[in-house]
């Protein structure tokens, strides 16, 4: 090690200051010549009988845009949508992730219900009604046993509504899913 480099004492104070610098000088180390065209090879063309339709993804509240490519009521491949007033041309990892979770092979599909081990389609009204049937016997037997839990997916309003409903049943327990 260098007598120079062993007499720079790294505090907070001179670690913010090299990252400030270190951040100004990025743009004057970007090189154009770097910035080259888009071969015709790397386009990707539409799918036969497909169509381009914006829409929001629905990973969180932001509600970034996306260019979902739809073929046969299928989704097969999005773009980032690059005129978004909110995104503006951006997406998180969640977003630009969201159609494998959508074509996963994991993801639950309808109402199951494991019975002896096993796991059993069900039907929603089946679902519905084993669920509100739980609940009432909750309610009635000690409601602070419920816990209510909010989502990154929520507004403000539904937010409020979720905090309402959990009160009117009879509990102070809502959280929100980030926290867990």
């Not at 036969?48 to 996306?66: L, P, Q, R, W, Y």
């Not at 074509?103 to 009604?129: C, D, F, T």
């Not at 309003?157 to 102070?172: D, L, M, S, V």
Request: charged share 25%; aromatic share 8%; net charge positive.
């Amino acid at each position: 090690m260098s007598s120079m480099n062993a007499s720079i004492k790294l505090n907070r104070r001179n670690f913010l200051k090299m990252a400030a610098l270190s951040s100004l000088a990025t743009p004057l180390l970007a090189r154009s010549e770097n910035i080259r065209e888009v071969n015709d090879s790397e386009i990707k063309e539409a799918y036969e009988g497909s169509k381009k339709v914006k829409t929001i993804c629905t990973a969180c509240s932001v509600g970034c845009g996306i260019i979902a490519e739809v073929q046969n009521g299928v989704w097969v491949r999005q773009e980032i949508a690059q005129d978004h007033p909110i995104s503006l041309g951006g997406h998180c990892c969640k977003g630009s992730d969201m159609i494998d979770m959508v074509r996963s092979h994991v993801r639950l599909k309808y109402p199951m219900k494991k019975e002896n081990g096993e796991w059993k389609r069900i039907s929603y009204e089946q679902a519905l009604s084993e669920i509100g049937e739980k609940l009432a016997t909750y309610r009635k037997e000690n409601p602070e046993s419920v816990m209510f839990l909010g989502s990154a997916k929520l507004n403000n309003e539904q937010a409020y509504y979720i905090r309402k409903f959990a009160a009117f049943f009879g509990t102070n327990n809502v959280d929100h899913q980030a926290r867990i």
